[in-house]
């Protein structure tokens, strides 16, 4: 028809207007609502900043302890959902197991998911965060053929979190407030990143005016490749195996750079940065402090700074602008506070939960949404008869 612009990978198409998150990839800059990235890291928690992406400014007290309240309410699993997991093997990647599980959610919640209902909207809201933790630490329990533990009401969202991943039912479970404090700082980086490929897929899922549950399943499916969220456990396994070639860093970087056998630096690059990554730089900032901490000494952590520096001084990555990205630093610090690599993405998601919600509800409550409906340029064969006789 002539009617349509190719825009491979969405390069140049705004899908969505949006008054969530703005970045600036040529200045680094990251802000929730306005507030720069580094401000909320240091001064809020995970819920006040959901909060602030869901609602749109800063809570009060009395809304942010009914906020916490309310979730801590829901966080119970029905039975029949802690079965669920019985059905998958053990050796799940608990990235499919989260998104099997958080689709399942809609199995049981039919009765409550009107999306035009603003009760019931909330409601969706609060039982994802409050469940999709608990459906995490499972699928690490499953991984590990240990039995799940009940929430512990008492406990923030955080250490309630820890205790269902590391707690047995053998021994008390004492929560490291080191590691609890920088598993909430890097929960916080990751809340929101504006229209990244999980969240377009929350948003086009959503647009069909499909339920939040449906909606954040797909959203999770999307995070779970490694070109997304999967690259921060790609990015350790990539380490151990420089670690393991005794090749070293440089004959690494030769071999991105020759482009041999399609070898990225995973961790590297990104679609709207072309500056360092702000939230790298944090990150960053941390891995040293936490190691520290807990007395870890972590030759990956070496061999990552390595790499970063002569990636930095090279011309390939120089003139391609490819900077470290969120995903570099993060699973040493994971895998410090004991997640095994595979964890590290659904760690991602349930960073990047409240972020989702936004976008989902911010769409919704959009008289002007249409439905996602992409065009596409067809390269096809010209019309033609089906063979006589076949
Ligand atoms: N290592 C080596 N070369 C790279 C890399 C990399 N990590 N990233 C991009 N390039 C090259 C790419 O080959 C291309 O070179 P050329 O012009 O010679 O063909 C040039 O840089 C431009 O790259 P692009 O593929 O057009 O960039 P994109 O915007 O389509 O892709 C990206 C962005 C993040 C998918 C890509 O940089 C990448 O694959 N990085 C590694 C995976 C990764 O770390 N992903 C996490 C992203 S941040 C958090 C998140 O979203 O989860």
Do not use: C
């Not at 079965?83 to 809609?106: E, K, Q």
């Not at 860093?249 to 056998?261: L, P, Q």
């Not at 509800?361 to 949404?369: I, L, P, Q, S, Y």
């Amino acid at each position: 028809t002539g009617l349509s612009t190719l825009d491979n990978g969405f390069v140049n198409t705004a899908a969505t207007k949006s008054a969530i998150t703005y970045i600036d990839g040529d200045q680094g800059i990251l802000r929730y609502r306005g507030y720069p990235i580094e401000q909320v890291a240091e001064q809020s928690t995970f819920l006040e900043t959901a909060w602030l992406l869901i609602y749109g400014e800063l809570p009060t007290p009395d809304e942010l302890a009914s906020f916490d309240t309310r979730i801590r309410r829901h966080t119970l699993l029905h039975e029949d959902l802690r079965r669920f997991f019985d059905a998958l093997p053990a050796t799940a990647h608990p990235m499919s197991v989260l998104s099997s599980a958080v689709g399942a959610l809609s199995t049981f919640y039919e009765d409550t998911m009107d999306v035009h209902d603003p009760e019931q909207v909330e409601l969706q809201t609060i039982r994802l965060l409050a469940k999709l933790p608990v459906i995490a630490a499972y699928a690490h329990k499953k991984s590990l053929g240990q039995a799940f533990l009940y929430p512990d009401n008492s406990l923030s969202f955080v250490d309630n979190f820890l205790k269902l991943n590391f707690g047995t039912m053998a021994e008390p479970y004492v929560v490291n407030p080191v590691v609890s404090k920088a598993l909430e700082r890097l929960l916080i980086l990751h809340e929101d990143h504006e229209q990244n490929a999980s969240t377009s897929t929350v948003r086009l899922v959503g647009s069909t005016e499909a339920n939040m549950y449906s909606s954040i399943s797909a959203g999770i499916s999307a995070l779970y490749g490694p070109l997304h969220g999967g690259a921060n456990e790609a990015v350790l396994k990539m380490l151990a195996e420089i670690r393991d070639s005794g090749q070293g860093v440089a004959r690494f970087v030769e071999r991105v750079k020759n482009k041999e056998d399609g070898v990225k630096l995973m961790g590297f690059g990104h679609r709207v940065y072309k500056n360092y990554d702000p939230r790298a730089r944090l990150v960053k900032e941390s891995a040293d402090e936490v190691l520290a901490a807990l007395g870890v000494k972590d030759e990956l952590l070496d061999i990552a700074m390595e790499l970063e520096q002569v990636a930095l001084s090279d011309d390939y990555f120089i003139s391609r602008r490819l900077y470290p990205n969120v995903d570099f630093y993060t699973g040493i610090l994971y895998k410090a506070m004991g997640f095994p690599p595979r964890m590290f993405t659904v760690l991602f998601a349930i960073g990047r939960l409240p972020g989702w919600i936004a976008h989902w509800r911010e769409m919704n409550a959009d008289a002007t949404t249409k439905i996602g409906r992409p065009q596409q340029l067809y390269i096809g064969s010209a019309a033609r008869d089906w063979p006589a006789g076949r």
